[in-house]
């Protein structure tokens, strides 16, 4: 699975195909959230993630991928300490 998944997105990179793929990119405003990489669906093509889509969340939805957003800053502020 994961090789096809590497496969997919090359696919959309080399046609500009902006296909809707799941992906983790930076999140600059979607759902609420900022300045994180996070797995949302995005548009894929030439430029590699051209849109992070939003979809309609239920808001406990929401809630969770908020949560799972600040698990993220956690773990990278961890990994920062140990440098």
């Not at 997919?8 to 300045?35: F, L």
């Not at 406990?60 to 990994?79: C, F, I, N, S």
Request: proline share 5%; net charge negative.
């Amino acid at each position: 699975a994961p090789s096809s998944a590497a496969e997919a997105m090359v696919r959309a990179v080399v046609t500009d195909s902006n296909e809707i793929m799941p992906v983790c990119a930076w999140v600059s405003g979607q759902y609420g959230i900022s300045d994180v990489y996070l797995g949302v669906p995005a548009k894929v093509g030439k430029g590699g993630v051209t849109e992070v889509v939003e979809l309609p969340l239920a808001d406990d939805e929401v809630a969770a991928l908020r949560a799972a957003a600040e698990a993220v800053r956690a773990k990278q502020a961890d990994v920062a300490g140990l440098a």
